[in-house]
Every structure is written in C-alpha cells, then in structure tokens.
C-alpha cells in the first residue's frame, strides 16, 4: 500500500508540473471577417486607320504645269488615340524609263514632319480615336519641264499609312522623339491613376474610391509586350488594428478554355504587386479561382500603405487578340486580430522551476523509501 501510495503521490506531482508548465501568454485570434468584392477590366483595343482621299481623276489627263487637288489625309478608326506617319511613292510610265520627279507633289508642311533619310510624313499630333488628320497631301501638278514622252503616260501615287498607340515609349520604334514632332512630353497624358481602398469598419466594409467598378483603372487598351503600372492607397480607417487581403477570383462568366480572351485573362497577362519596400506580393496570371490569398500585411488604426501594381502583356498574345473585354473579380478582405490570454509557460518559470523541484525531491524521496522498505524485507 505504501509503495502505491508514493507512486501515486509521483504521478500526481509530476502532471501538476505538466499543467504548471502551461502557464499564461498571449495568443491571436480574429474576432470578425469583412469582405467586399471589386471588379477589374481588361481590353485589349480595336488598332486600325483608314486613308481617306479628295480625289477626281482629270478627263483629259494631266497637263505639264496643270495642278490638280488630291487631298490625302488618314482616319484612326481604332478604339485608342495614335501616332501617325505616311509614305507618298510616285511611279510615272509603268514600265517606260521616265522620272517619276516629274510629278511635284503639294504636301503640308504645317501639320506632318517629312523626314528625307526615311522618306516618311510624320504627323505632328496625337490622333484620337475616330479622328482625321489634316491633309499630308493637298494635290499635285506635272513638272512644266516635261516633254512629250509624258503625255497620255500613266501616273501613280501610292498611300502608305502607319500608326503606334500613343503609349510613352512607342515612337523609338520610329526612331524619332517627341521633340521632333513637336508633342509635349507623356506625362501629361500618360499619368497612371491610384486607387483607394479604404476599411472603413465591419458594419461599413470597404470604400474602393476612384474605381467603384474598376480596381485597376489603368489597364485598358492592352497591346502585346506592353506594361502598364499604377498605385493602390490601402487605408484603415477604423480604430482597430486589421490585417487586410487580397484574392483573386474568376470572373462572372469565365471565357471558354482556348480563346483570346482566356488566353488573355490566364496566359498572356501577368500581375505583380509589390509593397513600399519592393517587396513582391504576388506575381501571377491576373486571373485566378480565389487559391490564392495575398497577404497585404497588418494595418495598424489610421495607417496607409501604397502597393505598386504592374501588369505586363506578353508579346506572344499576337496582334490578333483585339476588341477584348476582359472581367476579373477581387475579393478585398480585412479581419481583425485581437489578443487573448492562454496558458503558457513563459510567464510563469519560477513557479514551474519550484514545482518541477518538488516533483524532483518527491522522487526522490520514493527512491529513499523504496530502499529502505527492501533492506528491512531483506532483514526479515
């Protein structure tokens, strides 16, 4: 019985110290979730121009001297505005030997640059969608040196347009500056727009200013190799510290596996998010099924935080992905982190090193008895 009773006394000795060693600390939990839902568009632009010519072919042919009105100007019939340059190419005899300087061309000086070393005509403007340019070209006359080889001889001027959507880097394609064109400097028009998201409360949610419907603004009229970036402001305005999240998720109506617009949307468009101290986020197709939570950190009450959003569209997409409306959801989601006390150990080591030396004496002590219960059997 009373080596029962000192193993007991052991066993219970040493879960005291087990529970002891539990003692109290801290611990987070959330105590509530909000979440509100934002929508971003993606489109990529309808890219076209169109020549448009004033133009009667003369009766009886061209006259040495005689000027005749051909008007020559150029439509943007895309979705986007545009630059725009033209190449005016004279042939004069078909097959005949006669020079085709012979036919003096009257070309606006005013309105486009011509530029000899690439023999182009570039307009000096941005053309808005849907636009027309003023003439390149208001007529032509035959030189009045031309003899009579040139009579009754068939006459041509061939059109040749181009145009780049106005983004800030598209005119070294051309290898000319907006100096040249005399185009005041991108910022003006090439600003990217911040959105704001504010956690307001839990009874409130979120405020999505700037972009009610759209929370990247910016990224519309999307070309193959092209890369746009814009600022979000994440704010807590409530009187709580919150941690805040942002998950992508598909779309009301998913396009079908193998289009463009899927293409688009999984394949071709990829988003980077990074914080105020470079840090990346997220980085990955803009679509996505909500498997991925991006964490934006803790916010403290008051607190704001600028994220940097870039998207950039692979020059794989092909010139052929036009006239695409893209729709993404986000899901924007705080929740609040409160502290509650638990058992731990940290707090409470004198009291756990006492009562661990209890255990370690009792323990002892049992050793000791044990002992001398066996000696005095051993007497017997």
Request: charged share 20%.
């Amino acid at each position: 019985m009373k080596k029962g009773t000192k193993r007991g006394l052991l066993a219970f000795t040493v879960l005291s110290a087990a529970v002891m060693v539990s003692g109290l600390g801290a611990s987070a939990s959330a105590a509530w979730r909000s979440v509100s839902d934002t929508y971003n568009y993606l489109s990529t632009p309808t890219f076209s121009l169109a020549i448009v010519e004033d133009y009667a072919a003369p009766e009886m042919g061209a006259s040495p001297g005689m000027e005749i009105k051909k008007e020559v100007m150029v439509e943007n019939t895309g979705s986007v505005p545009a630059f725009v340059r033209v190449r005016l190419e004279k042939t004069l005899g078909g097959s005949e030997a006669l020079d085709p300087e012979q036919i003096v061309l009257d070309t606006n000086e005013e309105d486009w640059r011509y530029d000899k070393n690439g023999d182009w005509f570039y307009y000096n403007k941005v053309l808005a969608a849907g636009a027309t340019t003023e003439p390149v070209l208001y007529g032509f006359a035959l030189d009045t040196a031309a003899g009579n080889a040139y009579q009754l001889k068939d006459g041509a001027i061939t059109v040749t347009a181009e145009s780049l959507q106005n983004t800030p880097d598209a005119l070294s394609t051309w290898g000319v500056t907006y100096e040249d064109l005399g185009i005041d400097a991108p910022n003006a028009w090439t600003k990217g727009i911040t959105t704001r998201i504010t956690f307001l409360s839990p009874e409130q949610e979120f405020d999505i200013e700037t972009a009610k419907t759209d929370l990247f603004a910016n990224f519309k009229d999307l070309l193959p190799g092209e890369k746009r970036t814009q600022e979000i402001a994440v704010k807590n305005a409530y009187d709580k510290d919150v941690t805040m999240y942002l998950t992508c998720m598909e779309g009301s109506q998913k396009p079908q596996e193998g289009s463009a617009l899927y293409d688009l949307l999984y394949r071709y468009a990829t988003i980077t998010i990074t914080d105020a101290d470079g840090n990346t986020l997220y980085s990955g197709p803009v679509a996505g099924d909500g498997a991925c939570q991006i964490s934006l950190g803790t916010f403290a009450a008051g607190e704001e935080k600028t994220l940097t959003v870039s998207l950039a569209v692979s020059p794989d997409m092909g010139t052929d992905a036009c006239n695409l409306l893209g729709e993404v959801r986000w899901e924007v989601m705080a929740d609040e982190v409160v502290t509650s006390l638990v058992q731990t150990g940290d707090l409470f080591a004198p009291g756990l090193a006492v009562f661990l030396g209890g255990a370690v004496c009792t323990g002892l002590g049992i050793m000791l008895l044990k002992r001398k219960e066996t000696q005095e059997e051993a007497a017997i």
